[in-house]
């Protein structure tokens, strides 16, 4: 039989009181059919009882009329479980997809340090391997557990009625079959949970060095990759192992414990044949009980293992689904009002870590309409700075405020609908380029569309393609070149129309072509707008209205090109020490177009 462990139960019943539960009409109706497909269970052996009598009496009319009832009965017994089965998937795949639905919701709308935590492939892997415990266990739950306890509870109904005493002698097998059955479902569940989390980092493995795969045949890497690969996956294969050896002791019991119950009913009833107590239709209709009681019990028998690894699964996804974002508005939050589009960050200080302060004690503003360049070493601080402004993550002291207004007491939708961002990582998915394009104004029009993209000197490119704006740009836009995914995230932002842009390094990866057409393309993006960049190459930033030097997560400077070079400190060094080319175009000409009548 199947036991629930005590931290089980309440998983079970939570599965029931927030999945299930608006499926109880159509679950009642599977109970009506489990219960017909017990008791009709149930009638086998008497049925087969009544025959051997009736051969015996040399009774004509009930040797006549009893395959009638046979196929009435297995009738009965077989629409009921069609039904049954139909009722359950329809329940079953309802549930799953509901479950898989809100994970993802509750996924998408976790925080950025929350979904860092386990890499894409370990969260995707949530929804295969995991939901394939759930929805196995979900499925048995209606197949074996209930339609298995209705049939022995018929069958068990038929012994008793046929002999009880017997009955009783032969139940004396069950606790001996039972304790062990629920020792290794506790161990499956322990090694289920072990097996769940290595896929899931086998998964990112793989994930992980497939995309590096460029980087790992310029080092020659590919034997490294091999090795590190082929041990998890092995790891992998040794937890199943453990599991399967776990499973495969239940066989042995489960048919032990049945052969002693047959063996001692064989002792007893073929005794009392022999001394004509009993008849051999009472004889051939108790075995009959015994042996076709036995299916159920060994079904139930192994359903506690599958119990146990979606157990698992289950905890893993409510752990998940318990876990509420950080960045979450406050009571009463009101909709931000741009009326300059300043930003200040006033005494602020951030950490990612306890141990480890990303920003500290920064204070800055960024003048409503200008364009401020964030300048420093990789890991000053910059796109942290950056980050803080949509509230992809909070600040722990100090505040960051637009137009007077802290991020913090504004609603989500109108703060993150005011700013816009392009990057050096453009980031399209697997659709159109007119709707990765709409992704900016959702419901905007095809001409709203083409018109963002002419102005980010995307649409003649997009007209060039075999199905023009209704090309497939594929996975991660792999099948656009480098400057036409960055072009496609401009005229995104384009459409978008935020006041307030930030541009974290948009043209470091591209070609000098590239460069040239998204810089003109940024120059008419920035006019008018409240613009925060992150520059590495000095020679981009000349012309920005405010120059803020960051290093070691402070701002140690801050004033223009010129003051800067002058007071000859941070950024003189900084600027000494890189190799410019003040002839290129870069943001110098995007500042001219954007300060142009």
Excluded: C
């Amino acid at each position: 039989m199947a036991r629930l462990p005590g931290d089980t139960a309440p998983l079970i019943a939570r599965l029931w009181r927030e999945w299930l539960s608006p499926h109880r009409g159509t679950l009642a109706i599977v109970l009506v059919l489990v219960a017909l497909v017990g008791a009709s269970t149930g009638l086998y052996p008497a049925l087969i009882k009544a025959a051997f009598d009736a051969f015996d009496r040399k009774d004509a009319t009930a040797i006549a009329y009893g395959p009638l009832v046979v196929v009435l009965v297995t009738s009965l017994r077989g629409f009921a479980l069609f039904g049954q089965t139909v009722l359950t998937n329809r329940v079953v795949t309802r549930v799953e997809a509901d479950m898989q639905i809100a994970l993802y919701g509750h996924m998408i709308d976790s925080d950025l340090a929350q979904i860092g935590r386990e890499s894409p492939a370990a969260l995707t892997q949530r929804f295969t391997t995991d939901f394939s415990f759930i929805k196995e266990a979900l499925t048995r739950i209606s197949t074996v557990l209930l339609r298995d306890v209705a049939m022995l509870i018929g069958l068990v109904g038929a012994l008793i009625w046929m002999d009880p005493v017997l009955t009783l002698v032969s139940a004396v097998t069950v606790p001996f079959v039972a304790g062990p059955i629920g020792r290794i479902g506790k161990k499956l569940r322990r090694v289920s949970t072990t097996t769940q989390e290595q896929m899931g980092a086998t998964a990112s493995l793989i994930s992980e060095s497939l995309q590096g795969a460029r980087i790992a045949k310029t080092f020659a890497l590919e034997g490294y990759l091999k090795v590190r690969t082929a041990a998890a996956l092995d790891e992998v294969r040794r937890l199943k192992m453990k599991s399967a050896n776990a499973r495969g002791r239940l066989d042995p019991l489960l048919e032990i414990g049945g052969g002693l119950a047959v063996a001692v009913v064989l002792v007893l009833v073929g005794h009392r044949v022999l001394n004509g107590d009993r008849t051999v239709g009472d004889f051939t209709g108790y075995v009959a009980a015994l042996l076709l009681a036995a299916q159920p019990a060994r079904a139930l028998g192994n359903l506690n293992a599958i119990l146990q690894e979606a157990a698992a699964a289950l905890r893993r996804y409510f752990d998940m689904m318990d876990e509420a974002p950080t960045i979450r508005e406050v009571p009463g939050a009101v909709p931000l009002r741009i009326e300059r589009g300043e930003i200040r960050f006033e005494a602020l200080r951030f950490r990612y870590r306890a141990d480890t302060p990303a920003l500290e004690g920064i204070d800055l503003t960024v003048p409503a309409g200008s364009v401020t360049a964030l300048v420093g070493r990789s890991g000053s601080g910059k796109s942290s700075l950056l980050n803080l402004v949509p509230r992809l993550y909070d600040v722990d002291a100090g505040r960051v405020t637009i137009d007077g207004q802290d991020v913090r007491a504004v609603t989500l939708a109108s703060l993150r609908a005011a700013v816009a961002v392009v990057s050096q990582e453009v980031v399209l998915f697997d659709d159109t380029v007119a709707a990765n394009i709409a992704f900016g104004r959702p419901g905007a029009s095809r001409e709203a569309i083409e018109a963002a993209a002419r102005s980010a000197a995307a649409h003649d490119f997009v007209s060039a393609l075999p199905e023009g704006y209704d090309f497939r740009v594929g996975p991660g836009g792999g099948r656009l070149s480098g400057g036409e995914r960055q072009r496609v995230a401009l005229a995104r932002a384009f459409l978008k129309d935020a006041p307030i842009l930030l541009l974290d390094e948009a043209t470091s990866a591209l070609d000098s072509e590239s460069e040239r057409l998204v810089q003109d393309a940024l120059g008419k993006l920035m006019r008018g707008r409240t613009v925060l960049v992150i520059a590495h190459r000095l020679s981009t930033v000349r012309d920005a209205d405010l120059i803020a030097v960051m290093e070691g997560g402070h701002v140690i400077e801050t004033g223009r090109h010129e003051a800067l070079m002058a007071a000859g400190g941070a950024y003189a060094r900084l600027r000494r020490l890189q190799i410019t080319d003040d002839t290129a175009p870069a943001l110098d000409s995007g500042v001219a177009a954007r300060s142009a009548p």
